[in-house]
């Protein structure tokens, strides 16, 4: 019998080989604190970016919201302001003609009194 061709690579299927793990245990424990650090500045940026758009519009809104408040109380004041000064002005005129009538009263007591000093007396 002849004996068999041995390939060069005859030798490679006679040895058992098994593929076992590798040690992973810093690589998975480096990948998920970078995971972690990833989430963590995913959320810090997602903070920051409500904060300087989303926050600045609810701000906004409220800073309008007390505007309008504001002017409805200017609106207010300003027409308590006008009856004030109507009031004052009708006060002013009372007074201008109480002091005229002051006046009048005034010289016809200073009139009767000095008739009724020259009376002839009986």
Known sequence: MREPRRSPNHDLTRNEYALSPANRGF???????????AVVLLAVAGLRFFENHLAPAS???DVRAENLE???????VRLELEVELATRSELERQVATLNEQLKQVGDELAFL??????????
């Open 27 to 37: 690589g998975r424990m480096a990948f998920v604190l970078a995971a972690v650090l």
């Open 59 to 61: 701000y906004l809104s």
């Open 70 to 76: 504001l002017r409805k109380e200017l609106a207010k």
């Open 113 to 122: 009194k000095s008739a009724g000093a020259r009376r002839p007396e009986k």
